[in-house]
């Protein structure tokens, strides 16, 4: 069993049933998932992506700079886990949001040790902003949190159930991966999971990633909890 985890949410996962923007209800079902993994006696951090409002590599054109368009991305994930907090705590489960940008009106900025206070209140840590640099995505972000906060496993949850050695959703003969390592992840072009920078520095810091499907009930503490979920991706 893990005792402390760091859970990446996409804001892709975020926009529920909508074409974008928020979704109330899918949030509240991530919260009772995330209520499952406290029961198990882990500690959670979560680090929110902010695709349902917008990608700041989508944006970024010959009108919109680079910089402003991922500051326009990171101010995504900000709304994210303000509203993902929210939820969290109607639904039971005691949350606070932290923000690696500097927001102090809405949000408190996050600290090392704010943060570890805050989970050894056993309360969820949910981290907005990305890194709170350009150039980076939330995937390294999340990594980098993870290492940050001494969190045992990093969970990347998607919209399948692991990793495949090539798109699922385009080749009906793609074949599920159980377990692989961080150099094989690294080397194979067809594994677009997660950002190359997040697995290279996983791979440096041997961190352990776990891929799972979100939608299934029960993963998220089942993976926390230890059980082979999903794809392990270790040294």
């Known amino acids: 069993m893990y005792k402390r985890i760091l859970l990446k949410l996409s804001g892709e996962q975020l926009q529920g ?11 509240a079902w991530i919260a009772r998932q995330i209520k ?11 680090m929110v992506g902010g695709g349902n409002y917008a990608r700041g590599a989508q944006l970024a054109g010959e009108t919109i700079q ?15 886990g303000l509203a993902l907090a929210d939820v969290f705590n109607s639904e039971g489960v005691d949350t606070r949001a932290l923000s690696n940008i500097k927001a102090d009106q809405v949000a408190d900025q996050y600290t090392y040790r704010r943060a570890l206070s805050h989970l050894a209140k056993n309360r969820v840590v949910i981290v907005a902003g990305g890194i709170g640099r350009p150039f980076l995505t939330t995937d390294t ?4 949190l993870a290492l940050e906060l001494g ?10 159930d692991g990793v495949y050695d090539k798109d699922p959703h385009k080749h ?24 190359k920078a997040a697995l290279g520095l996983a791979m440096e810091q041997q961190k352990p990633i776990i891929v799972c499907d979100l939608l299934t009930d029960g993963n998220i503490a089942a993976a926390a909890s230890g059980a082979a979920v999903g794809t392990k991706i270790t040294s």
């Open 36 to 46: 499952e993994t406290l029961d198990t006696g882990a500690q959670v951090v979560v």
């Open 17 to 27: 049933k909508h074409d974008g923007g928020f979704d109330a209800e899918r949030a």
């Open 66 to 80: 680079r910089v402003t368009a991922d500051n326009i991305g990171m101010l995504g994930t900000l709304m994210n």
């Open 141 to 144: 972000a999340a990594l980098s």
């Open 172 to 195: 009906d003969d793609a074949v599920k991966i159980d377990e692989m390592s961080h150099q094989d992840a690294l080397a194979n072009e067809q594994i677009a999971v997660m950002d």
């Open 151 to 160: 969190c045992d496993v990093v969970i990347k949850t998607t919209k399948v």
